[in-house]
């Protein structure tokens, strides 16, 4: 192992680290804004826009995140909309994962019994006060697991990015190989961030996942 | 006399081609106390969940003080308010701690401030004996406390009728007595309520009135007294046999 070609080329992996979590949090943000919009049209059954979601949410999950990179990156300029690469992985990543987290939220929210939300109504809360207060919570606390495993999954769909030349970890990986043929030491420093970046995210998860359990709801 | 609390005018019920609620006519007046018994499956819960819109009806109509009852109106929320519902199996949100339970409606849907929901809410649970379960969780607390819960949660909202469906059903023996002197004490306090119940002696204790109600019409109704010690209708008859015991010995 060549460790000064490691440190040397730290820095830039740090830099690549950076954009990487910097697009995947916003990403992922994005997504569950899109997730929560899509289980609200879908549980007050809003007519059209329902079916648009149910659409959007079987091609987004479809479809491989590469080709809806290109998609948005090579497709948009052509429609006339101007956009860099930043933009387009977080929209691309916003676009995969706001159906995964439309399909946990909504898997949760289904698992509350329908009694529930019957014993709210009868206290004369109205639709979006019973979701609110009363459904929500609760769904909410059974998705969490899928939740942070969806977290995780977009992350490492982030690697994709280096195919709209995103200087993101992946890219720079490639680069050096194709540069300085240090396969070895390239790939570990990816390896590395990658799981400096996964495995807290994957032990809060898991914190997370037991509170759930102490503080469960069980009867 | 004031105006009756809830009226029913035959009401009908479908689930697809079975009718399970066929010309159901009730008028109930301020603080009585109905009881309605009858065989599993005659439609007793869906009466209360038509009662509370909670289904859709069919035929007739159901007003609450004059103002219909309708799972489709738009004030369902505002009518709902004012009928309080206590299910068999409590249903209390596990999320909220008994107090939230209780003050969630009053607070977010009657506006009420906290500390005043708060106030009545403490006072009501030491009324059923639970003051000191007021931090605790629905699943820290047994199955007759957790119904004591329900009815406290159902009476913070002031409303002007209470329907009950066998809300001892899913209790230990020793918890039923619990709750049902709770609901005793409310039609003492001349609280207008429906009882559903499988619990005889009770009944004959609470009620002013016995619906005795069979294949989703009202077979009978009376007294207490008149309707346990002298049914008129052979199905009535028929249907307290099922409650009472003998020992068919062939000798003395
Ligand atoms: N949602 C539903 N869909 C279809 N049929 C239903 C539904 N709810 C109730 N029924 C039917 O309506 C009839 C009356 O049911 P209901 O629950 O009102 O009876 P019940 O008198 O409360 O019985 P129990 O004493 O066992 O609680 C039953 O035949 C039942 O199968
Ligand atoms: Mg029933």
Known sequence: ?219 | MSDPVLEIKHLVKRFGDQTVLKDITLTVEEGEVIVVVGPSGCGKSTLLRCINALEEIQGGEIRLKGAEVSKTSSNLAKIRQRIGMVFQSYELFPHLSVLDNIILAPTKVQKRSKEEAKEEALALLSRVGLREKADSFPRQLSGGQKQRVAIVRALCMHPEILLFDEVTAALDPEMVREVLDVILGLADQGKTMIIVTHEMQFARAVADRVIFLEEGVIKEEGSPDQFFEEPKTERAKEFLKTFTFERKRSRV
């Open chain 1, 1 to 219: 192992m060549n460790w000064d070609f490691i440190m040397k080329y730290l820095p830039l992996y740090r830099k690549a680290a950076v954009l990487t979590v910097k697009i995947g949090t916003a990403g992922i943000l994005l997504s569950v804004v899109i997730g929560l919009v899509c289980v609200a049209v879908q549980y007050f059954k809003i007519p059209v826009i329902r079916e648009i979601t149910t659409a959007y949410i079987e091609i987004s999950r479809n479809t491989p995140l590469l080709i809806q990179l290109f998609f948005i990156y090579y497709g948009l300029p052509k429609i006339g909309i101007r956009t860099n690469a930043a933009a387009c992985g977080v929209a691309g990543l916003a676009f995969l994962g706001g159906s995964y987290m439309a399909e946990a939220f909504r898997s949760g929210i289904d698992a509350v019994e329908t009694i529930q939300m019957e014993s709210a109504y009868s206290l004369g809360l109205n639709r979006w006060q019973t979701l609110r207060y009363v459904v929500f919570p609760q769904a909410l606390s059974i998705s969490m697991p899928a939740f942070m495993a969806n977290i995780i999954f977009l992350l490492k769909e982030t690697s994709v990015f280096s195919a709209i030349s995103l200087m993101d970890l992946m890219f720079t990986a490639k680069d050096l190989i194709g540069l300085y043929y240090q396969t070895t030491e390239s790939l570990f420093l990816l390896v590395v961030f990658y799981l400096l970046i996964l495995l807290p995210v994957s032990l809060v998860g898991s914190l997370v996942e037991r509170r759930l359990r102490y503080a469960g709801f069980g009867t």
